[in-house]
């Protein structure tokens, strides 16, 4: 069975800071990894990495895919009180099932 | 480009009853796949549908069906709902069946059974 775990499960942050969310991964058949955005509303896409891209940016996030160890990693950098939400992680098998992790709460305070 | 719109966005009902609920994707879109979002189990596949055909299917019980329409459009129906099925339900959208492509979800309807 499929399995994403991210970590840590919740941080909290100042504002300007940079911080790192984890995500791990067993997959059969691995298609892509996805990550989210969600605030008190449906998650909003964010990036998706596959074997042909490993490294995605935009503004000030960035993401990476390490298909040897199975994980991923999610950067933010000088954060922003916009940026709380909660972050998903999810992987692609076969289809377009998506396996999602728990999420990690992030709270970016002034 | 419209996003995807789900109907209706919030529904109250009791146990026993069933319900409907609607997914609407992006123009062009052809997969539909729905999910289960609870405080407890976080987001989990219900089924996955393209070109009218179920291509996949979660761990859910019977009780949980879908269906996809010609025009993409699609609905999920659960029947004899339970305490349980209260959660927020949503649905994604994609270009094609299989992957990777990215899915984009719609704002989803929220269900509470009392």
């Known amino acids: 069975e499929d399995k994403v775990v991210q970590s840590p499960l919740s941080l909290v942050v100042h504002e300007g800071d940079t911080v790192t969310l984890n995500c791990s991964y067993e997959v059969t058949n691995f298609r892509s990894l996805l990550w989210y955005k969600q605030e008190k509303k449906a998650p909003t896409f964010l990036f998706m990495l596959?074997?042909?891209?490993i490294e995605k940016k935009s503004g000030r996030l960035s993401s990476i895919l390490d298909k040897k160890e199975l994980f991923s990693i999610l950067n933010i950098t000088a954060t922003q009180t916009g940026d709380s939400a909660i972050y998903l992680c999810?992987?692609?098998?076969?289809?377009?099932?998506?396996?999602f992790g728990t999420g990690t709460q992030l709270k970016v305070e002034l | 480009k419209a996003g995807v719109t789900q109907t209706p966005r919030y529904l109250i009902k009791t146990r026993g009853q069933q319900v409907t609920l609607s997914c609407s994707p992006i123009?062009?879109?052809?997969?539909v796949s729905w999910y289960q979002q609870t405080p407890g189990q976080g987001l989990q596949f219900l089924f996955e549908?393209?070109?009218?055909?179920?291509?996949n299917k979660g761990n859910f019980p019977g009780r949980f069906s879908g269906r996809q329409f010609s025009n993409s459009r699609s609905e999920m129906n659960v029947s004899t709902l339970e305490l349980g099925d209260s959660a927020l339900y949503l649905c994604?959208?994609?270009?094609?069946?299989?992957?990777?492509?990215?899915?984009?979800f719609g704002p989803g309807t929220r269900l509470t059974v009392l």
């Open positions: 549908y393209f070109s009218e055909t179920q291509r």
């Open positions: 123009s062009g879109h052809r997969s």
């Open positions: 596959t074997s042909s891209g």
């Open positions: 994604a959208s994609s270009f094609i069946a299989g992957g990777p492509n990215e899915q984009f």
């Open positions: 999810a992987v692609t098998g076969g289809g377009n099932k998506l396996t």
